[in-house]
């Protein structure tokens, strides 16, 4: 008995032709192929379709059909229950996809559901790219609106149970899609749970290799055929957006970031200005715009490939104890994940402003002050104000950490006090969920005596640990005093101010 037939254009070197997938609703099982009147008809039980639907037992190149622009006749219910479980799986794959690609970037990234057709068409023609016959429409070469519009619509009731699911949610400002903030901290360094299930999708696209072994004539078939080769798969990023301070802006712009400011603030160039800042390896940049005579300021940070000299000397000198992370993608993702997790728990982040994921660049607002270590280290500061600050720095550290926060590169250059006093964490690039909040503690103060007499230096990691010790946990002051944080710290700091900051610890434990 015929429960349902599927009809989609197929591409052959003769031009464009209808093919059929015909679903019976027998109980054993049957896939066969045959050429009616001029027309291919693929014949499979429903209980292999539902396989196939579910599992990828067959490769994928049963269900694959259900995401062409096809008519219908038969078991309109069955037809629904197909494509919202078929449709549900693909969107539950793009997000696996994008958590993985843009970790902790993820929740910014907006989208419609032309974008998870693309992505998933290009996952399965990587595989097997005999698909392109069915997928025609959705390459570069033959790009088709209309053919991917029918796909959508015909995707849309997967997307709003997804969306009810908590699996995607829908932007408020744009009515674009996006993956919820929860579901982009749970997974941000969930590396295990996402290549275990990257390997288990990887398993089933590898069916589509050998299916041909079961469902011989109808593989024959669609490699004799031909029209598919030569078929390039469209870049799925450029149906990408990322939302900032600015609005969305397109994932793979490779334009010029001072461009993309003098467009979105409407200012020509010539109100731009850019100074460069920092130490001799660090990529950081001021830009000062004037708008309609009010002066902005932005902070403009590259983030460097792995041959960077700054993090190949931390990664060889740190790694026993610390995990540096070197890959500018993760680094980024890093920074924009743990700015918005902590400024949602009252930690003081600053706002990102734009961002270029192919440049590696990332705008934010400038906060105005000084950082904690230009208060120890100028002139023009007392004493009570910079004991102040480092003490406050204890405290705010202590409560990244309460967070279930390692910061990483815990140092005093990254924490600015604004000019109200307020304290700012500036650099999250090596934020972690998990790791050694010890690291954090011995790292700000044994790192700042390379800038410190021992009796001053002494003085900051004392005042640094009450501050600590007032929110945070003793033993992990006290496992701070650990010679192994010193002997990372020798190429830095001399020996002689760091057993005075270690001076300075105890005095605090004592207290």
């Known amino acids: 008995m015929v429960l349902l037939e599927i009809r989609y254009p197929v591409l052959t070197r003769k031009g464009l032709r209808e093919e059929v997938l015909r679903v019976l609703d027998v109980s054993q099982r049957r896939i066969s192929s045959e050429t009616v009147e001029g027309t291919r008809v693929i014949t499979v039980d429903l209980r292999t379709l539902r396989d196939d639907v579910r599992r990828s037992e067959s490769g994928e190149l049963l269900a694959s059909k259900l995401l062409t622009p096809f008519t219908s006749s038969g078991d309109r219910e069955t037809l629904r229950a197909l494509l919202l479980e078929y449709g549900l799986r693909v969107v539950g794959e793009v997000v696996e996809d994008l958590l993985r690609d843009f970790r902790g970037m993820a929740h910014r990234l907006l989208f419609g559901p032309e974008y998870l057709v693309v992505r998933k068409v290009g996952a399965l023609t990587s595989i097997y790219p005999p698909l392109w016959r069915v997928f025609w429409w959705a390459s570069k070469e033959r790009w088709n609106e209309s053919a991917l519009r029918d796909v959508v619509l015909n995707l849309q009731p997967a997307v709003d149970r997804a969306v009810e699911r908590g699996i995607l949610s829908r932007d408020e400002s744009t009515g674009n899609l996006r993956i919820p903030a929860v579901k982009t901290a749970s997974h941000h360094l969930s590396t295990g749970q996402l290549v275990k299930s990257l390997t288990g999708r990887l398993q089933a696209f590898?069916?589509?290799?050998?299916?041909?072994?079961?469902?011989?004539?109808?593989?024959?078939?669609?490699?004799?055929?031909?029209?598919?080769?030569?078929?390039?798969?469209?870049?799925?990023?450029?149906?990408?957006?990322?939302?900032?301070?600015?609005?969305?802006?397109?994932?793979?712009?490779?334009?010029?970031?001072?461009?993309?400011i003098s467009r979105s603030m409407r200012v020509d160039r010539s109100r731009i200005k850019v100074f460069r800042i920092g130490k001799v390896f660090n990529s950081t940049y001021l830009i000062e715009v004037d708008v309609n005579g009010v002066h902005r300021t932005l902070f403009l940070k590259r983030f460097l490939a792995w041959n960077s000299v700054k993090w190949v000397a931390a990664k060889l000198w740190a790694f026993p104890l610390r995990n540096f992370h070197i890959s500018p993608s993760m680094r980024l993702s890093n920074e924009l994940f743990f700015m918005d997790y902590l400024r949602e728990r009252g930690i003081p982040t600053p706002r990102v402003v734009h961002v270029s994921w192919r440049r590696k660049v990332l705008v934010r607002q400038a906060v105005k002050g000084r950082s904690v270590m230009d208060l120890w280290t100028s002139q023009g500061f007392s004493d009570s104000e910079a004991e102040r600050a480092v003490t406050d720095s204890g405290r705010l550290i202590a409560s990244v950490h309460r967070e279930g926060v390692i910061v990483g590169d815990c140092k005093a250059d990254n924490v600015v006090v604004d000019e109200g006093g307020k304290l700012w964490l500036v650099d999250l690039e090596q934020a972690s969920t998990s790791g050694d909040r010890s690291w954090d503690v011995a790292e700000f103060v044994l790192f700042a005596g390379r800038y410190l007499d021992p009796s001053r230096a002494e003085r900051f990691a004392e005042s640094f640990a009450r501050g600590y010790l007032e929110l945070g946990e003793e033993q992990v002051v006290r496992k701070a005093l650990d010679p192994k944080y010193v002997l990372v710290m020798m190429p830095w700091t001399p020996i002689w101010t760091q057993m005075a900051v270690t001076d300075g610890i105890r005095r605090a434990l004592r207290t």
């Open 206 to 260: 590898l069916k589509a290799g050998t299916v041909g072994f079961s469902l011989p004539r109808i593989v024959l078939e669609e490699l004799t055929e031909g029209g598919w080769e030569g078929m390039g798969a469209k870049d799925p990023e450029s149906l990408l957006e990322v939302m900032t301070d600015l609005g969305p802006a397109p994932i793979d712009d490779d334009s010029d970031v001072i461009d993309l």
